[in-house]
C-alpha cells in the first residue's frame, strides 16, 4: 500500500505540473513506474532498462508522438538501493539524475544529516556518553562513519561501543548486543534514526516498557493540498492491461479483500467476493487515502517538483539537467523551501518524535521540535488538515489530540508555537485565545460607583449655582463675593467631571487630557479660594481707620486677573508637560502572565509632580491666609470655613501620595479618582454648605439687618 501512495503521490505532483502553465509551459511530463519488489537485483534490472532504453510503462500524453527521453528518477526510500541503483545510472547515463526520495537528497547522499541531527540532540541535553546500534546495509554503514567523525572529543562526546546488528537469525549475535546494552548501564535513553522511528512493528504495547519515551528522527511531514481528492480517483482496469493500472488492481484487491474475475480456483468456493471495480474507497480503513502523516509522499512530491524546475530552466533537449537541479530553489505550497548546497544536497528538515504510551495501554507518536540545518522552530505535535482543528484527548498529553472540523467549536491553533503578546493559551493548551484585558472600566462596581458619585457631585453643584442664581441679590449672597462664589461652583463642577476620564479603557486622548484637566480645573478652584480669602483680609483692613487705601488692590478686575493668571501657569505646566513628555496608554503585562492592564503612564515624573506641587503650593497658601483671618467678626467668617475645607483638601492630597504609588494597574487610577472626589466633596461642603443652609432652612438669618448687627456687635466686643 505504501509503495503504491507513493507512486499515486508521483502521478499527481506530475498531474498537477502539467496543470500549471507557468511550470514547463508546452511540455508535458510523463513517467515510468517500476516495482522493484524490496529486491536489490529487480531495481537494477530496471535501471539497465531504462539506460537501455527498454523501457515500456511511460505513461505520456495522448498527443505525444515517439519514444520520450528519461530525464530523471525519483528513486527508492531504500538508500542502499538507492545509492546502488546511482551508481549504475551514473555508469551509462552520466546526464541522467537521480532523485532520492527517502532523505530528498540528490546524487549518491554521502553525507548522512541525520547523524548531525542526533548529534544535535545529544548537544541539547547534555548527554555525552552514547552507544551505536546499526544496521548491516549501506545505509547503517555511512551513518556510523559519518557519527563518529562528528562526535569528536571537541564535543565532550565519547562513543562507548559499535554493534553492527545481523541481518539474518542470529540469535548468539543478538544476545551478545543486548549483553553490551545492558552491561551496568541503566536509564536508557534510545534515539532512534528515521530507519524505525515511525515503524510500526516496535510501537506495540509489549515493547513500550523497553522503547517508551524513544526520541527519534523522522522524515518532515508535509501536507499536499488535492491529494486525497486524486487518489480517490483511480479505477481498477477490467481489461488487465500491462501498464500502471495492473498495481491499481492489485491495491483494489488487496484492500477490499476481493479478486477480479477470473478468480484463483478455489476462491469463490471459499466464500471470497469478486471485485467490480465499483467498490468506494472512503467505507474502508485504508492507510492510502491517510493524509495527515505524509512523510515519505512528500519527499516524492518535492521530488518531482525539484526536477520539474530543473527543466523549466533549461530548453529541449534538456541536457545538463544535473547542473541546473543544483540552482534549484522553489517553496512547497507547505511553506517549505527546497534548495540543493554545492554538492547537491538538500539540507534535510527532521521531526523529533518521542513515543508516549498512553495510559489506556495505546501508543502514540508526538513531534518535539523540527530540527533543520535552517533556524529551528518549535512544535510539538502534527499539524492538522485545512479545515481541521486540534482536539485534546482526555486523559492525555497536552500534545496528544485529534483533528476534528473547524465548525466544532472554536477554530486556531495547529501548532504548539509561542502565543503572540496580547493572546495567552487556553486552559486546554490548544488554542491561543486573547488575554484578559484590565482596567478601571464603566461597567464594573468600582468604576460604576466612581462614576455616580462624580455625577452627584457634578448635580449637586449646578443645583447650588442655580440656587445662588436664584438669590443673588441676597446679603448672604453678595457679602461672600458673589463673582468668586459662582467661577468656584463652576470649577468644583469641572473638577467633578474631569474624574469621568479616568474611567473606561485608557486611549491617547484621555491620557493626555485627564491629568491636563484635572491641574487646571484643580487651579483655577483653589485660585478663586485664595483670591476670596484675601479680599476677606483686605475688606477687614479696610474696616479699620486708615486702611482704606487697600481695597483698591483688590477690586473686580483685579481679582479676576489674579485668578486668570495662577490658572495660566498651570496650562503653561500643562503645555510643556504634553509636548515633552505626553502621558500616553501602555499594555502592562508585568502584574500578571495572563492579563494585560491596560494604564496611562505619565510620560514625566517630573511634569506630574511639578503639575501636584503647584496645586499645593496654592492649597497651602490659600490656608494660612485663611487660618490667619479666622478670628474676623461673623460677617467675615468665610475665613473659618476656607481655612477647614483647605485643610481636608490638603489631608487628603497628602494621603493620596503613598496610596498611589503603591497601587498597581487601575487601583492606581481609582486611587487618583477618590482624592478628586474627596478634595472637590470637602471644598464643596466647607463653603457652601453653611450658606446654603441659611439660604434655605434659614431665610430670616439671609438679611443684611442679621449680617450687620451680629457683625457690629462682635466688633464691640472685640474693641472692650
Not at 554538492?343 to 498512553?358: A, H, R, S
Not at 486556531?412 to 503578546?421: A, K, L, V, Y
Not at 480645573?521 to 483653589?526: A, D, E
Request: charged share 15%; net charge neutral.
Amino acid at each position: 500500500v505504501l509503495g503504491f501512495k507513493q507512486a499515486q503521490t508521483m502521478a499527481f505532483a506530475i498531474d498537477e505540473i502539467n496543470r500549471n502553465p507557468n511550470l514547463l509551459p508546452n511540455v508535458t511530463l510523463g513517467y515510468s513506474v517500476y516495482d522493484n519488489c524490496l529486491q536489490l537485483g529487480i531495481g537494477f534490472r530496471a535501471a539497465l532498462s531504462l539506460t537501455s532504453g527498454q523501457e515500456d510503462q511511460v505513461i505520456i500524453h495522448e498527443s505525444c508522438e515517439g519514444t520520450p527521453p528519461v530525464l530523471g528518477i525519483v528513486g527508492d526510500s531504500s538508500s542502499t538501493r538507492s545509492i546502488a541503483i546511482s551508481a549504475v545510472l551514473g555508469l551509462y547515463r552520466p546526464q541522467l539524475n537521480m532523485v532520492h526520495h527517502n532523505t530528498c537528497v540528490t546524487h549518491f547522499m554521502m553525507k548522512h544529516y541525520s547523524s548531525l541531527t542526533i548529534i544535535q540532540i545529544l548537544k541539547h541535553f547534555g548527554w555525552t556518553w552514547a552507544g551505536l546500534l546499526i544496521s548491516d546495509d549501506d545505509y547503517g554503514l555511512h551513518a556510523a562513519r559519518s557519527f563518529q567523525s562528528d562526535l569528536g572529543p571537541s564535543d565532550g562526546g565519547c562513543l562507548a561501543y559499535l554493534e553492527v546488528l545481523p541481518e539474518g537469525h542470529d540469535p548468539a549475535a543478538l544476545r551478545r548486543i543486548v549483553n553490551v546494552v545492558r552491561q551496568n548501564v541503566t536509564g536508557l535513553q534510545w534515539i532512534a534514526s528515521e530507519a524505525w522511528t515511525s515503524a510500526a512493528v516496535l510501537q506495540t504495547p509489549h515493547l513500550m516498557p523497553y522503547l517508551g519515551g524513544t526520541l527519534g528522527i523522522a522524515i518532515r511531514r508535509g501536507e499536499i493540498p488535492g491529494l486525497r481528492e486524486f487518489m480517490l480517483q483511480i479505477r481498477p482496469d477490467l481489461n488487465h492491461n500491462k501498464s500502471i493500472e495492473n498495481n491499481i488492481n492489485q491495491f483494489w484487491e488487496h484492500t477490499f479483500k476481493c479478486r477480479f474475475a477470473p478468480p484463483p480456483s478455489g476462491w469463490v468456493e471459499a466464500g471470497g467476493a469478486i471485485c467490480t471495480g465499483q467498490e468506494d474507497l472512503e467505507t474502508v480503513q485504508t492507510e492510502y487515502l491517510d493524509v495527515l502523516k505524509l512523510r515519505a509522499e512528500y519527499n516524492v512530491y518535492k521530488a518531482v517538483y525539484a526536477l520539474a524546475y530543473a527543466l523549466h530552466e533549461l530548453l529541449p533537449p534538456f541536457c545538463f539537467v544535473v547542473y541546473y537541479l543544483e540552482k534549484v530553489n522553489f517553496t512547497t505550497s507547505f511553506g517549505d523551501e527546497v534548495s540543493f548546497d554545492e554538492n547537491g544536497d538538500v539540507l534535510p528538515i527532521y521531526d523529533i518524535m518521542n513515543w508516549q504510551w498512553l495510559p489506556d495501554g495505546g501508543i502514540k507518536n508526538y513531534i518535539l521540535i523540527l530540527v533543520s540545518q535552517q533556524p529551528p522552530r518549535s512544535v510539538c505535535s502534527e499539524s492538522c488538515p485545512p479545515g481541521t482543528r486540534r482536539a485534546r484527548k482526555k486523559g492525555e498529553p497536552e500534545c496528544c489530540f485529534d483533528c476534528i472540523p473547524c465548525s466544532e467549536g472554536k477554530i486556531n491553533s495547529t501548532e504548539c508555537i509561542s502565543c503572540p503578546e496580547d493572546f495567552w493559551s487556553s486552559p486546554q493548551r490548544d488554542l491561543c485565545v486573547p488575554k484578559k484585558t484590565d482596567f478601571l472600566s464603566y461597567h464594573e462596581p468600582l468604576g460604576i460607583c466612581l462614576t455616580a458619585t462624580s455625577l452627584l457631585g457634578t448635580f449637586i453643584c449646578a443645583v447650588v449655582l442655580g440656587i445662588f442664581t436664584h438669590h443673588r441679590s441676597t446679603p448672604m449672597v453678595r457679602a461672600n463675593n458673589s463673582e468668586l462664589s459662582f467661577l468656584l461652583l463652576v470649577s468644583l463642577k469641572l473638577c467633578f467631571l474631569c474624574s469621568l476620564l479616568f474611567i473606561g479603557r485608557p486611549r491617547l486622548w484621555t491620557c493626555q487630557l485627564r491629568h491636563a484637566a484635572f491641574g487646571i480645573s484643580f487651579v483655577l478652584c483653589v485660585s478663586c479660594i485664595l483670591v476670596k480669602t484675601m479680599v476677606v483680609l483686605a475688606v477687614f483692613k479696610a474696616s479699620k481707620p486708615g486702611g482704606g487705601a487697600s481695597l483698591k488692590w483688590f477690586g473686580a478686575v483685579q481679582q479676576r486677573g489674579t485668578v486668570l493668571v495662577l490658572t495660566s501657569v498651570q496650562a503653561a505646566i500643562c503645555t510643556a508637560w504634553l509636548v515633552s513628555a505626553s502621558p500616553v496608554p501602555h499594555k502592562n503585562t508585568q502584574y500578571h502572565n495572563d492579563k494585560i492592564v491596560y494604564e496611562c503612564v505619565v510620560g514625566s515624573t517630573i511634569g506630574f509632580a511639578v503639575l501636584l506641587g503647584y496645586i499645593g503650593l496654592l492649597a497651602l497658601l490659600s490656608f494660612l491666609l485663611a487660618f490667619l483671618a479666622r478670628n474676623l467678626p461673623d460677617n467675615f467668617n468665610e475665613a473659618k470655613l476656607i481655612t477647614f475645607s483647605m485643610l481636608i483638601f490638603c489631608a487628603v492630597w497628602v494621603a493620596f501620595v503613598p496610596a498611589y504609588i503603591s497601587s498597581p494597574g487601575k487601583y492606581a487610577d481609582a486611587v487618583e479618582v477618590f482624592a478628586i472626589l474627596a478634595s472637590s466633596f470637602g471644598l464643596f461642603l466647607a463653603i457652601f454648605g453653611p450658606k446654603c443652609y441659611i439660604i434655605l432652612l434659614r431665610p430670616e438669618r439671609n438679611t443684611k439687618k442679621a449680617i450687620m448687627g451680629r457683625a457690629w456687635a462682635k466688633s464691640s466686643r472685640s474693641s472692650k
